[in-house]
């Protein structure tokens, strides 16, 4: 890293002094492409500017990427270059001019060599040209020796705001393997994203809408529309006064692709306070666009920053441990340096053979998949984890229910009964019926109607009452009838009431009660067992949870994930349970 | 007092104790023994949860206890320890027959599990009255009541057991003496074959045997591993002598 900062300074210092000097000499020989960066420039219309021999030396310098040129009207540029070398009589040098708002036209040694619209000295005579025009130069007008550029142009009808301008001279056939490389790079690039972005879209939709999915294909999306801009004003004659729009759109999408890949961290890796990164996004992108900024330089410092949020979301993702974080860091690290070396590339003006940046998208776009993937299995695996614990509670059910002491000590009441009050062993035989054929129907279902719940618990308290000599009431307040309850939470209540509450032989009520809030239901259930009653003055109750409270927790949690809450504790003498659930 | 060993002296009259939390299998129990025990019983009484039952021990003695294991959703192995330190036979009867192997460890008498009919309660009272099988003997830990609570020791650290007054003392291998509230003959049925009966009032481990000897007079002696000395009637001589030739 030390060294891509050392040799980053150097290669800026290079530029810059390359600028001051102004490196205008072209060599006919050379195999090349001049850009011609620093002009002299000044308001103003007198066509003698256009002549070799004028003395421009009071003029201001300026460079073309300089945004701050504020003209409203006619204005004049001049350079000087030095041609050397033999002319190569099979290739032709052509001057290319983009961006340059809005008409111009251009002069060669004061010869006109071509016209971009039409200046003019207001609005109405002003008519607005390409983005990109190309000037082949004759022979003769390329000797060797000194030449001077000048150009006359008007932006009355304002400039845009991309400024984004180069003027270069080369020869067709550097410019035109310059421009296929460029394509190449650029196809290349939509080709990847765009079969990522379907691909990440088809497994969004024929998956479980695993949303970082969606989010990378949205990524992938902006990416193909922040490249193909480009080529479109390669290739086609754009008028310039689309060039807002390309560009705004080619600054969005960038910025875009910037935030979407930052919210995918955040999603891929299950970061807490989703919102909260999003929101500070998006201010953050706010914030940049109204900095005093030329629109490069903003997304340049947002992408800085935000490439440091990226690489702290992932931070915290691989200290927290989750799967993929650390191959989704070294995909980042990859898009990073491809992003910092075309950073280099349009400061440096140099051709693209020389930073093999470009290739690094592969193993980012195959890094962040591999990492998506992985967090995809272990999701997988907690889901998995989920249906068993599912299965669990299911077998814990039944296991509870029909588990061999209640059946064993059931049949034994009946057996005693049989002797003692045959009728009454029918009554216990059939409750019990009952409550074996209720249990068998809802096992297996996650939730079931409170109504069905409340007449297991009916059931129950009776099958109880016949074995204990005593009678149980079952008092049911307020209507819920149509609310669904995980099954046997209220029948493992009941029990549990009964086995600590009530003394043998020692009859009793249990009230179930259920109340309505604005955000919330809540159910209590109490009793009026005596056993308990000892303890009533003690606040908070010493009680250690049985299977049954587990198992009623258990239940909860999985219908409700953490919107529900369960309390006891007396309530004027009498034990109650409270349930609230969130609705 | 010839059949002695063969036939320990049990009384033919009997106190029974039920602990059970549902009154008509309490009932029933009570009907199933009096058809089996008929008039050996002297009293019977029923109650519905420990508490009760325990402060009818402090007050009554009994000589069996027929007890469920889980009373009120109460620990079982708390029930079982107090059950099992007592003076009395305890026979559990319970549902929960995953309980039973700890039972015995502990010394119960008999397992009865839920449901059952009245054979089957009558071959737990049946081990009342004679030996069991030495081999179906399971016990490997005796209970002691300290106070309030119950201290466990493995029968593996006992030397030997010594009658005392009403009590029997246990002479464990490092020195220590355990108080056990049980008579010499009820402790003698649930000890498993590697004890025996050397005396009246001794009942040694066979393990920690050094030798043993014929003295004059009619008299023998048993010496142990860690050198004490201990008497043996003349009958158990011939027994024990039969016993350690095998």
Redesign the interface.
């Given at each position: 890293m030390k060294k891509a900062i050392i040799l980053f300074l150097f290669l800026v210092t290079a530029v810059h002094g390359q600028g001051e000097n102004g490196r205008r000499s072209f060599h006919l020989d050379g195999k090349s492409i001049l850009y011609l960066s620093t002009w002299r420039y000044s308001v103003g219309d007198d066509l003698n500017r256009k002549q070799p021999g004028f003395n421009d030396s009071a003029w201001a310098t300026i460079h073309m990427d300089d945004p701050k040129r504020e003209s409203r009207g006619i204005h004049w540029y001049r350079t000087r270059i030095h041609i050397s070398g033999e002319q190569d009589h099979g290739k032709s040098l052509t001057l290319r001019i983009f961006g340059l708002p809005m008409a111009y036209d251009v002069f060669w040694d004061g010869q006109p060599i071509g016209q971009n619209g039409r200046v003019g000295k207001n609005k109405e005579e002003e008519v607005p040209g390409s983005i990109m025009q190309s000037y082949p130069l004759k022979q003769e007008m390329i000797l060797p020796g000194e030449h001077v550029i000048a150009i006359r142009l008007s932006d009355q009808h304002g400039q845009s705001l991309f400024r984004r301008c180069w003027i270069a001279l080369s020869y067709d056939s550097d410019w035109h393997s310059y421009i296929s490389r460029i394509l190449y790079r650029v196809f290349l690039w939509i080709g990847i994203y765009s079969t990522t972005m379907v691909l990440s879209l088809a497994l969004y939709l024929g998956g479980r809408r695993h949303r970082p999915f969606l989010i990378f294909g949205a990524f992938c999306l902006v990416t193909v529309l922040y490249y193909s801009v480009m080529p479109l004003t390669m290739l086609c004659d754009v008028h310039i006064s689309y060039f807002d729009f390309i560009f705004g759109s080619r600054y969005i999408n960038f910025l875009l692709a910037q935030i979407l890949i930052n919210i995918f961290l955040v999603f891929n890796f299950d970061h807490p306070h989703k919102i909260y990164h999003i929101g500070i996004f998006i201010v953050l992108a706010i914030f940049f666009c109204t900095l005093n900024l030329p629109p490069y330089a903003r997304t340049k410092w947002y992408s800085g920053i935000m490439i440091f949020y990226g690489f702290g979301l992932l931070l915290h993702a691989v200290k927290r441990k989750k799967p993929g974080s650390i191959i989704a860091f070294i995909g980042i690290l990859f898009v990073t340096i491809s992003i910092f070396l075309d950073f280099l590339r349009s400061i440096l003006k140099i051709g693209i053979v020389t930073l093999p940046g470009e290739y690094l998208d592969i193993p980012f776009i195959f890094c962040i998949t591999l990492s998506i993937s992985r967090r995809i299995r272990e999701q997988d695996r907690l889901h998995e984890a989920a249906k068993l614990r599912s299965h669990r509670l299911e077998t814990e059910l039944l296991k509870k229910t029909i588990q061999p002491h209640f059946m064993m000590n059931t049949l034994l009441s009946i057996i005693s009964l049989i002797g003692e009050d045959p009728k009454k062993a029918v009554k216990l035989i059939k409750a019990l019926a009952d409550e074996f054929r209720m249990i068998n129907r809802i096992s297996s279902q996650k939730q079931i109607r409170l109504q069905e719940e409340l007449r297991l618990c009916r059931i129950h308290l009776e099958l109880m009452g016949y074995r204990m000599d005593a009678k149980y009431e079952f008092h049911v307040e307020g209507t819920c009838d149509d609310d669904t309850v995980p099954p046997m939470i209220f029948h493992t209540l009941v029990e549990n009431g009964l086995t600590h509450a009530y003394e043998a032989k020692e009859s009793g009520h249990f009230w179930f009660e259920c109340a309505r809030g604005r955000d919330h239901i809540q159910y209590r259930l109490r009793n009026d067992g005596s056993l308990l009653r000892p303890f009533s003055h003690q606040s908070k109750p010493q009680i250690e949870e049985g299977m049954g409270l587990k198992y009623v927790r258990a239940r909860l949690e999985e219908c409700y994930t953490s919107h529900w809450e369960m309390e006891y504790g007396f309530n004027q003498d009498q034990w109650e349970v409270t349930i609230t659930i969130d609705t | 007092m010839g059949s002695d060993y063969h036939h320990r002296y049990i009384k033919d009259v009997m106190k029974i104790l039920i602990v059970e939390?549902?009154?008509?299998?309490?009932?029933?129990i009570e009907?199933c023994c009096q058809n089996i025990l008929g008039n050996k019983i002297t009293s019977m009484d029923v109650h519905?949860?420990l508490k009760d039952a325990s402060a009818l021990i402090e007050k009554k003695s009994i000589d069996l206890c027929l007890l469920d294991l889980?009373l009120?959703?109460k620990n079982g192995y708390e029930l079982l320890q107090s059950a099992v330190s007592g003076s009395f036979h305890t026979i559990i009867v319970?549902?929960?027959?995953d309980q039973a192997v700890e039972a015995f460890r502990y010394g119960v008498l008999d397992f009865v599990?839920?449901?059952?009919?009245e054979d089957d309660l009558r071959s737990a009272l049946d081990r009342y009255f004679n030996r069991v099988q030495e081999h179906e003997l399971m016990t490997k830990y005796l209970t002691t009541k300290k106070g309030h609570s119950y201290s466990v020791f493995p029968l593996d650290d006992v030397l030997y057991f010594k009658a005392a007054d009403v009590y029997v003392e246990a002479h464990l291998k490092d020195g220590k003496v355990e108080l056990l509230n049980k008579t010499m003959d009820r402790l003698e049925q649930i000890l498993p074959s590697g004890f025996f009966r050397i005396h009246r009032s001794y009942i040694a481990a066979i393990s920690c045997i050094q030798s043993y000897t014929h003295i004059e007079g009619g008299t023998c002696k048993i010496t142990l591993k860690n050198g004490d000395v201990l008497p043996l009637s003349r009958r158990r001589y011939k027994e024990l002598h039969r016993l350690m030739d095998l």
């Amino acid at each position: 890293m030390k060294k891509a900062i050392i040799l980053f300074l150097f290669l800026v210092t290079a530029v810059h002094g390359q600028g001051e000097n102004g490196r205008r000499s072209f060599h006919l020989d050379g195999k090349s492409i001049l850009y011609l960066s620093t002009w002299r420039y000044s308001v103003g219309d007198d066509l003698n500017r256009k002549q070799p021999g004028f003395n421009d030396s009071a003029w201001a310098t300026i460079h073309m990427d300089d945004p701050k040129r504020e003209s409203r009207g006619i204005h004049w540029y001049r350079t000087r270059i030095h041609i050397s070398g033999e002319q190569d009589h099979g290739k032709s040098l052509t001057l290319r001019i983009f961006g340059l708002p809005m008409a111009y036209d251009v002069f060669w040694d004061g010869q006109p060599i071509g016209q971009n619209g039409r200046v003019g000295k207001n609005k109405e005579e002003e008519v607005p040209g390409s983005i990109m025009q190309s000037y082949p130069l004759k022979q003769e007008m390329i000797l060797p020796g000194e030449h001077v550029i000048a150009i006359r142009l008007s932006d009355q009808h304002g400039q845009s705001l991309f400024r984004r301008c180069w003027i270069a001279l080369s020869y067709d056939s550097d410019w035109h393997s310059y421009i296929s490389r460029i394509l190449y790079r650029v196809f290349l690039w939509i080709g990847i994203y765009s079969t990522t972005m379907v691909l990440s879209l088809a497994l969004y939709l024929g998956g479980r809408r695993h949303r970082p999915f969606l989010i990378f294909g949205a990524f992938c999306l902006v990416t193909v529309l922040y490249y193909s801009v480009m080529p479109l004003t390669m290739l086609c004659d754009v008028h310039i006064s689309y060039f807002d729009f390309i560009f705004g759109s080619r600054y969005i999408n960038f910025l875009l692709a910037q935030i979407l890949i930052n919210i995918f961290l955040v999603f891929n890796f299950d970061h807490p306070h989703k919102i909260y990164h999003i929101g500070i996004f998006i201010v953050l992108a706010i914030f940049f666009c109204t900095l005093n900024l030329p629109p490069y330089a903003r997304t340049k410092w947002y992408s800085g920053i935000m490439i440091f949020y990226g690489f702290g979301l992932l931070l915290h993702a691989v200290k927290r441990k989750k799967p993929g974080s650390i191959i989704a860091f070294i995909g980042i690290l990859f898009v990073t340096i491809s992003i910092f070396l075309d950073f280099l590339r349009s400061i440096l003006k140099i051709g693209i053979v020389t930073l093999p940046g470009e290739y690094l998208d592969i193993p980012f776009i195959f890094c962040i998949t591999l990492s998506i993937s992985r967090r995809i299995r272990e999701q997988d695996r907690l889901h998995e984890a989920a249906k068993l614990r599912s299965h669990r509670l299911e077998t814990e059910l039944l296991k509870k229910t029909i588990q061999p002491h209640f059946m064993m000590n059931t049949l034994l009441s009946i057996i005693s009964l049989i002797g003692e009050d045959p009728k009454k062993a029918v009554k216990l035989i059939k409750a019990l019926a009952d409550e074996f054929r209720m249990i068998n129907r809802i096992s297996s279902q996650k939730q079931i109607r409170l109504q069905e719940e409340l007449r297991l618990c009916r059931i129950h308290l009776e099958l109880m009452g016949y074995r204990m000599d005593a009678k149980y009431e079952f008092h049911v307040e307020g209507t819920c009838d149509d609310d669904t309850v995980p099954p046997m939470i209220f029948h493992t209540l009941v029990e549990n009431g009964l086995t600590h509450a009530y003394e043998a032989k020692e009859s009793g009520h249990f009230w179930f009660e259920c109340a309505r809030g604005r955000d919330h239901i809540q159910y209590r259930l109490r009793n009026d067992g005596s056993l308990l009653r000892p303890f009533s003055h003690q606040s908070k109750p010493q009680i250690e949870e049985g299977m049954g409270l587990k198992y009623v927790r258990a239940r909860l949690e999985e219908c409700y994930t953490s919107h529900w809450e369960m309390e006891y504790g007396f309530n004027q003498d009498q034990w109650e349970v409270t349930i609230t659930i969130d609705t | 007092m010839g059949s002695d060993y063969h036939h320990r002296y049990i009384k033919d009259v009997m106190k029974i104790l039920i602990v059970e939390d549902e009154p008509p299998v309490a009932r029933y129990i009570e009907r199933c023994c009096q058809n089996i025990l008929g008039n050996k019983i002297t009293s019977m009484d029923v109650h519905y949860s420990l508490k009760d039952a325990s402060a009818l021990i402090e007050k009554k003695s009994i000589d069996l206890c027929l007890l469920d294991l889980n009373l009120k959703g109460k620990n079982g192995y708390e029930l079982l320890q107090s059950a099992v330190s007592g003076s009395f036979h305890t026979i559990i009867v319970s549902a929960h027959t995953d309980q039973a192997v700890e039972a015995f460890r502990y010394g119960v008498l008999d397992f009865v599990p839920k449901p059952f009919e009245e054979d089957d309660l009558r071959s737990a009272l049946d081990r009342y009255f004679n030996r069991v099988q030495e081999h179906e003997l399971m016990t490997k830990y005796l209970t002691t009541k300290k106070g309030h609570s119950y201290s466990v020791f493995p029968l593996d650290d006992v030397l030997y057991f010594k009658a005392a007054d009403v009590y029997v003392e246990a002479h464990l291998k490092d020195g220590k003496v355990e108080l056990l509230n049980k008579t010499m003959d009820r402790l003698e049925q649930i000890l498993p074959s590697g004890f025996f009966r050397i005396h009246r009032s001794y009942i040694a481990a066979i393990s920690c045997i050094q030798s043993y000897t014929h003295i004059e007079g009619g008299t023998c002696k048993i010496t142990l591993k860690n050198g004490d000395v201990l008497p043996l009637s003349r009958r158990r001589y011939k027994e024990l002598h039969r016993l350690m030739d095998l």
